[in-house]
């Protein structure tokens, strides 16, 4: 069984910054890839930004420069760094990881999703 909690979500003012974590647990042999995923009501869930078991990243257009991933390997965890906030940003924020457990292959796992509202 493996769990990802989310946290560091909230209500922010549009310039300010917010910092969220997503970590796992549970039964977990390795990790690959690391991603934060969005969505609006209405909208359909989009990429954020992305981080391989490299290190290498890769962000969406409309978040390059202002949001910044990164992981811990070691506490199998993911952050997204977020800067410069706009009201657009506002959406349900999920962590996704590909997870491979003690039984065979890998899959992706989600979190249950922590809420990110940019207003003044």
């Known amino acids: 069984q493996v769990q990802l909690v989310e946290s560091g979500g909230g209500l922010v003012q549009p310039g300010g910054s917010l910092r969220l974590s997503c970590a796992a647990s549970?039964?977990?042999?390795?990790?690959?890839?690391m991603a934060w995923r969005r969505q609006v009501p209405g909208k359909q869930r989009e990429l954020v930004a992305g981080?391989?078991?490299?290190?290498?990243?890769n962000y969406a257009d409309s978040v390059k420069g202002r949001f910044t991933i990164s992981r811990d390997n070691a506490q199998n965890t993911v952050y997204l760094q977020m800067n410069s906030l706009k009201p657009d940003d506002t959406a349900v924020y999920y962590c996704?990881?590909?997870?491979?457990?003690?039984?065979?292959?890998?899959?992706?796992?989600w979190g249950t999703g922590t809420q990110v509202t940019v207003s003044s």
């Open positions: 996704t990881m590909v997870i491979r457990t003690h039984s065979p292959g890998s899959r992706a796992y």
């Open positions: 549970g039964s977990i042999f390795s990790i690959g890839s």
């Open positions: 981080i391989a078991s490299d290190g290498s990243t």
